[in-house]
């Protein structure tokens, strides 16, 4: 069981934390960020997610991973309620986001949840880039304008920050006029990354944002992640046990609608509890 | 199709042993698919039908200006024809008229299979022939020539007058037309042309204004009296006040007209003395002629003046002689302004409903129904639209109106009968169902990745659907759009119950308040060419005009919808780029 043989590569501008263990500690004294109880989740008669209960730890990187179909997107879309685009979709449970006016939780499955506000405080990317068809300025202030900024100083000010932050700003200073769609894949990526962070969301949901990426881009991304760990509380759901275990604090295994083990993320992959996390984490299915 | 390929390619393969080469040459029974041959012989047929289509209109439609030189036929009774050749057939002869012609034509007819070639010839001076074609058989022909003395002079009434000039009459002095020469001739006739325009400028435009003005007063008259009754202080008040400015007018009135007819009375004085082949003369007033040219003593910079100037009056002038002559500029007005009508009801009609449809409506039966309903209004013959234009638009909505916002002009209707603004709308009925289901077309093909994308920014569904999907769909919903307004610019049959009219004197817009008269009837090129082609006096002598005005049609609409194509894809550049 010990024989479990990924392990974190320490990263050079990680190397100020003494260990991750203590930044864990450190870290979860600030509380949950998201706490899941009891959450049932049904698509017309059949049952996606079973029984979750999870705390999300705030200023973390909390990786969900498993094998295809088991639910993790599902569960990360329920975070901000993406899920209520689909038809005959039921849940039953609660899922309670910790916002800075809202330290105790506030309920979004709730009747009179404001869900629009909810997302503003949640940015999200998705596992392939989808910028708007505008410019790559307009793209990362979307949000902003959505809120109904318009001052010209502001949102170049947001979009310079936004795209610093997404490692973009770079290669795109001097075209933030010409269409998002000129820009690579892996750009265009960490485009959407800049809008997901424009506005300054607390909590930043990942679905396999590196799926379509090459490896360059994908180390670019990680970079962000560990350089975007503390101000926001990040989720990300990803295929690759490399990539969980290299930029999680925390890591949760779910396997067919159920979460299977949550801990930190050195714990699951070198000692899990479970059978089924061990196989999957050492690659014997999935 | 794999068959062939083997079999090809192992011939291919085999022939440098092979010791009889088998060749691929032009054996078309033998190669490919029966159906690969008739779906292109399919298409083939369809681009030849369609091209030779429009080469034909276009060949017609361009070679109808062009000055045709005058023949003069002596004939072998001895009568006289002088026309412009039009076209020629060959017919068999009544069995009693063959049998009266001598031996030698008859001989000649038998070797021809019995056939006889005829000409037609257009000649004009329909005042005094009573007919504008004549067919002349070839048999009956003693001789023919170009004299170059005939004119064809094309007069403001009566069509054309083919013939020699014989006499000028100038501020009622008698000129022989060969001291004055053609150029002194034309230089004569334009200034009678010119008094002639400004004679209808005054009657249109300055007495036009002060009735339009006398009318005016009289419906607030009228208006007052409605209002307030006919005993009431107002009333007596604004009788003396639109007496007074009335009786102001007419002085007006009277100055204008009798300037009128101080120029009416000097252009009597300017005549021409027009002489047909057989010796008849006809005395007319030089104004009345538009246009003049020698036939047959034309140079090829002369052709192309008259060809140029006829298609300038053609673009730019009012029709005369009954719509077979002069220009259609009312009609391509009136086209363009109601088409444009058109679209900007349908426009945002149309994008509206399929918005509602795809992205707020409840996906369920009843959506499913209304789909159905208007894929199925796309199919309701065009005339039903007509129909039901004229019962809701303009007598229900329009005499509505009128009853509210016009009493004064009652009985006499204003929105309550056809006019540009209820054609516009009973096509917008007509063309809605393209739109829309062009829209949800285009609306579905957004991806999903991107509203979730918005969504997710924290944008509302409005947002999402103004800032993102509506962008995307663009270029999909001008799409339909282009097709809506391909289909609504070339509509006649509803429109003849709804506002469009023969000869309409008054364009929609003018500089009278408001400006725009949507209540007006208006010409529309459609209802020109069925007018024009097989409602006149004169199929043959229309015939030309029906193949320019359909040339121009057509140019009308592939210019409006390669605007629209030219505007979409700029649209759509928008969104090209390396997509992942």
């Known amino acids: 069981m010990n024989t479990a043989t990924m392990e974190a590569p320490v990263r050079p501008q990680d190397a100020h934390r003494a260990s991750p263990t203590e930044y864990h500690v450190e870290r979860a004294a600030e509380g949950a960020a998201i706490t899941i109880s009891n959450f049932n989740l049904f698509y017309g008669a059949a049952q996606a997610l079973y029984d979750v209960n999870m705390e999300i730890q705030r200023g973390m990187v909390t990786a969900l991973i498993g094998p295809s179909g088991c639910g993790k997107s599902t569960l990360l879309r329920s975070l901000n309620r993406m899920n209520d685009l689909v038809d005959n979709l039921r849940i039953n449970g609660q899922v309670k986001v910790g916002l800075h006016n809202r330290p105790d939780g506030l309920d979004i499955y709730a009747p009179g949840t404001d869900v629009i506000a909810l997302r503003k405080r949640m940015g999200m990317v998705f596992q392939k880039p989808n910028p708007f068809p505008k410019s790559i300025f307009e793209n990362v202030v979307y949000p902003l304008r959505v809120e109904g900024i318009s001052d010209k100083a502001m949102l170049e000010e947001a979009c310079e920050r936004a795209l610093k932050g997404a490692a973009l700003w770079e290669e795109a200073k001097d075209r933030l006029q010409e269409s998002a769609l000129g820009l690579s894949g892996g750009q265009q990526q960490r485009l959407c990354i800049a809008r997901a962070i424009a506005a300054e969301p607390e909590i930043l949901l990942m679905d396999e944002p590196c799926s379509a990426l090459d490896p360059i881009a994908t180390a670019k991304v990680e970079d962000l992640m560990y350089q975007l760990r503390g101000q926001f509380t990040i989720v990300i759901v990803t295929h690759s046990m490399q990539q969980a275990a290299r930029v999680s604090d925390n890591t949760a295994f779910m396997y067919l609608g159920r979460l299977i083990e949550y801990g930190a993320t050195d714990t699951v992959f070198t000692g899990p509890k479970v059978q089924q996390t061990n196989d999957y984490v050492t690659g014997r299915f999935g | ?580």
């Open chain 2, 1 to 580: 199709m794999s068959t062939y390929i083997e079999s090809k390619g192992a011939s291919v393969s085999a022939e440098p042993q092979a010791k009889s080469v088998r060749r691929y040459t032009a054996d078309l029974s033998a190669v490919g698919e029966p159906a690969l041959w008739a779906f292109g012989g399919a298409l083939a047929l369809g681009i030849i039908l369609v091209s030779g289509f429009l080469l034909a209109i276009f060949w017609n439609g361009v070679s109808t200006f062009w000055p045709k030189p005058i023949e003069v036929v002596t004939l072998k009774d001895g009568g006289q024809v002088a026309g412009e050749p039009s076209r020629v057939n060959l017919y068999r002869l009544e069995p009693n008229v063959l049998a009266a012609l001598p031996e030698a034509v008859r001989n000649q007819i038998a070797r021809n299979d019995g056939y006889v070639r005829r000409n037609l010839y257009r000649i004009g001076n329909y005042d005094l022939y009573n007919e504008d074609f004549r067919w002349v058989s070839e048999f009956d022909v003693a001789s023919s020539e170009r004299p170059r003395d005939f004119f064809f002079v094309e007069r403001q009434e009566w069509g054309p007058f083919i013939g020699r000039i014989k006499e000028l009459v100038v501020d009622d002095l008698n000129v022989a037309p060969d001291t004055l020469g053609v150029d002194g001739l034309r230089r004569e006739q334009a200034a009678a042309r010119a008094r002639f325009d400004e004679i209808r400028r005054i009657e249109r435009s300055e007495i036009g204004k002060v009735n339009h003005l006398i009318n005016q007063e009289r419906l607030e008259l009228r208006r007052v009296e409605l209002r307030h009754g006919v005993d009431s202080a107002e009333f007596r008040e604004q009788t003396t006040r639109s007496q007074a400015r009335i009786a102001e007018l007419e002085k007006e009135y009277v100055v204008l007209q009798a300037r009128a007819d101080e120029i009416k009375a000097r252009d009597q004085r300017f005549r021409v003395v027009l002489e047909e082949v057989g010796g008849d003369t006809k005395e007319t007033q030089l104004s009345q002629v538009v246009r003049f040219y020698p036939a047959n003593d034309l140079s090829l910079f002369g052709k192309i003046g008259v060809y140029l100037s006829r298609w300038g009056e053609f673009l730019t002038a009012e029709p005369r002689e009954a719509n077979t002559e002069g220009g259609i500029l009312p009609a391509i007005f009136g086209t363009v302004v109601m088409t444009l009508l058109m679209v900007f009801v349908v426009a945002p009609f149309g994008v509206i409903t399929a918005l509602y449809l795809r992205e707020y409506a409840k996906q369920g039966r009843l959506v499913a129904m209304v789909r159905i309903a208007v894929n199925n209004l796309a199919g309701v013959p065009s005339i039903v639209y007509g129909v039901f234009g004229l019962g809701f638009f303009a007598y229900t909505v329009g005499g509505g109106i009128d009853a509210l916002f016009f009493p004064e002009r009652l009985p006499s209707p204003t929105f309550g009968t056809g006019g540009i603004l209820w054609s516009a709308l009973t096509l917008a009925l007509l063309t809605v169902p393209v739109v829309i289901v062009a829209a949800e077309e285009a609306l579905s093909a957004v991806p999903r990745s991107i509203r979730e994308g918005s969504l997710a920014c924290g944008a509302s569904k409005w947002q999402t659907i103004r800032s993102v999907v509506l962008p995307h769909a663009l270029p999909g919903i001008m799409t339909g759009l282009i097709l809506a307004m391909a289909r609504g610019a070339g509509e006649v049959a509803p429109l003849m119950l709804v506002g469009v009219v023969k000869l309409a004197p008054e364009l929609p817009v003018d500089g009278f308040f408001p400006f725009v008269h949507l209540e007006r009837s208006f010409m529309h090129l459609g209802f020109h060419i069925f007018d024009v082609g097989f409602q006149s006096r004169n199929s043959e002598a229309g015939k030309p005009m029906v193949f320019v005005t359909t040339l121009l049609l057509l140019a009308l609409i592939v210019a409006m919808n390669s605007s629209a194509i030219y505007i979409r894809n700029r649209l759509k550049r928008q969104f090209a780029g390396s997509q992942f």
